[in-house]
């Protein structure tokens, strides 16, 4: 059996697990105290699994520039995920996971003004936004804010200041995590030139002399990639043990052990 493939053996019996609490979660007392925050520890998790599975696949089928790319989301994933365990942490509330997703949406429909804005300021350079009233038809809970409030806010909660959050929490501290979490933004960083077809991409592409190397990296993705959507897994468990301690003890205690055969 190559690593791949005992990745794949692991993989499966972590998600066998989750399939015997997953139903548990709607009607647990953590989703009826804390709705917003268990939507999103739900779409990270969903969306951390797919990212993963694709980069398996990707592995076993030798796309080395697709592995790299999803690797990268997959981090972005994982490293958004320790943003909301964290201030969920500080605060016990769902008061800020409300925040976190209006905000975010609308920080994406902002970033897609701005775009639509220079599209058209392609062919009419003195193009500007109508109105902010547009922008408040979907998003009424901001029309007590200008739009620049709303934008500053909104900022918060883009990745940049998520990771440099996450560096002054976990640096302050003197958290093991710092180290780790250090890792993986300067890896982030690196992987860049896949996402934007930079010439470093290319170069450590052609790099990739032998099969050996091939292997070796596939192998340590996707230990790394089992690992990051795992633990996002084993750290919701350990919010929902808060308020469901029987509920999801004995799923949070069989992730780990297995976690701990990658």
Known sequence: MNDIERIRQLDDEIFEEFQKYF???????????YPKTAIILQLLDI????????????????????????????????LKFQFIFTKWGMSKTDDFSAEYLDYSDAREVLDSIKARVSEHQLYDPDYKIANWDSFLTT??????????????ES???TFKNVIRFLNEKYTEGKHDLSS??????????????????GTKSYQELMSMQSLSQLEKEYSRISGLAL??????????????????????????????TLIKKL
């Open 139 to 152: 998003h009424p809970m901001f029309k007590s804010k200008t739009r620049k409030q709303v934008d500053i």
């Open 47 to 78: 969306g951390a699994t797919f990212i993963k599975n694709s980069i398996l696949d990707n592995c076993e089928t030798d796309n080395y520039y697709a592995v790299k790319i999803l690797y990268r989301c997959l981090i972005e994933h994982y």
């Open 180 to 197: 780790h979490l250090g890792k993986f933004i300067i890896e982030y960083s690196e992987l860049s030139s896949f996402v934007h077809g």
């Open 227 to 256: 690992h990051q959507s795992s633990s996002i897994k084993l750290f919701s468990l350990l919010m929902y043990i808060q308020t469901d301690k029987d509920l999801f003890s004995k799923h949070y205690f069989k992730i780990d």
């Open 23 to 33: 139903e548990k979660i709607e009607s647990s007392n953590f989703t009826k105290l």
């Open 155 to 157: 900022q918060k909660y």
